[in-house]
């Protein structure tokens, strides 16, 4: 998020959006809900504004995603009587709702299926993940499929076609209840950040992969939080020098596992529960608050 708001910053600087609003500079927040599963669903919308709200009335504590985004707070934590509580970001459960989208009814039929759910735009850096589709192409038992909106969709698509990548296919956004159904016919997700990334990011779409079991293969820029949590916890395979053939590796070392590894969409399912999920949340903000 730091990245694209600098990449847009001489727009934002231009801007007089806070003279048609009527706001004062640094005296207001600015939070982005742009993800399917809080902006689609009216409910978790809801929630995310009661909670938002509260938390303005009643502190004035920043909430930070990652342990590594500390950092930036380390000026402001030091003035007295300011306590800095970091909080991972969480998803509930999904209800069953089956999907759209029939993976055994598209040219992927009968492959080991890499999937990527979500934003296709400036902060992704999805390039590298067409570069690893070309680099497997003679494997025809593998398929990638990507599913959602974004800046870069057209351009995507367009270039898969130039390469005659036979092996990749896009598809339409989904509901978010829908999720849980593309997923379960999927062997891998793909997680991709543009190696330009400072901050430490965990992207939602890692949080329902998780949720559901499935391994991931990431891209992401180097010393990001994210690539020891996967590491660490063995829910899949992480690059973070932007290179495609490292990529490539790592995808087939991850595809000769998936047989072999009975265990791996259990660990990725207690991770989930054990970081990402609401109440996991819930106990650790009501602990901050006795103290």
Same mark, same amino acid.
């Given at each position: 998020m730091r990245e694209v708001i600098e990449h847009y910053? /001489?727009?934002i600087d231009a801007s007089d959006v806070l003279t048609r609003l009527g706001l004062k500079e640094q005296r207001y927040f600015l939070v982005s809900s742009h993800r399917e599963e809080n902006v689609d669903s009216p409910e978790n919308l809801q929630k995310l504004f009661a909670i938002l709200n509260a938390l303005a009335e009643r502190y004035q504590e920043p909430v930070v995603q990652t342990q590594g985004n500390e950092v930036y707070f380390e000026n402001w934590r030091r003035r007295a009587g300011r306590k800095l &509580?970091? @909080?991972q970001n969480w998803l509930a459960d999904a209800p069953a709702a089956g999907?759209?989208?029939?993976?055994a009814k598209t040219p992927l039929?009968?492959?080991k299926v890499f999937v990527y759910a979500g934003n296709m735009g400036v902060a992704q850096g999805m390039g590298i993940l067409l570069d690893l589709a070309e680099k497997l192409l003679h494997r025809t038992d593998v398929?990638?499929?990507?599913?959602g909106r974004g800046s870069d969709v057209k351009k995507l698509a367009a270039d898969a076609q130039a390469r005659g990548l036979n092996n990749v296919l896009f598809q339409d956004q989904i509901h /978010?209840? &829908?999720i849980p159904g593309l997923y379960a016919q999927c062997q891998v997700g793909l997680v991709a950040l543009d190696p330009r990334h400072k901050s430490h990011n965990i992207p939602g779409k890692f949080l329902t992969y998780m949720q559901s079991g499935l391994p991931v293969l990431?891209?992401?820029n180097a010393g990001n939080d994210l690539a020891n949590i996967i590491r660490d916890e063995n829910v899949g395979r992480v690059s973070e020098d932007g290179n495609a053939d490292t990529l490539a590796k790592l995808a087939l070392e991850l595809i000769d596992t998936l047989g072999a590894d009975a265990e791996c969409r259990e660990r990725c399912?207690? @991770?989930y529960s054990r970081l990402f999920a609401p109440e996991t949340a819930v106990r650790q903000i009501v602990t901050a608050l006795k103290k």
């Open positions: 910053m /001489p727009g &509580e970091v @909080l999907c759209s989208i029939d993976i039929t009968g492959r398929g990638f499929l990507f599913v /978010p209840d &829908e990431a891209n992401i399912r207690a @991770l």
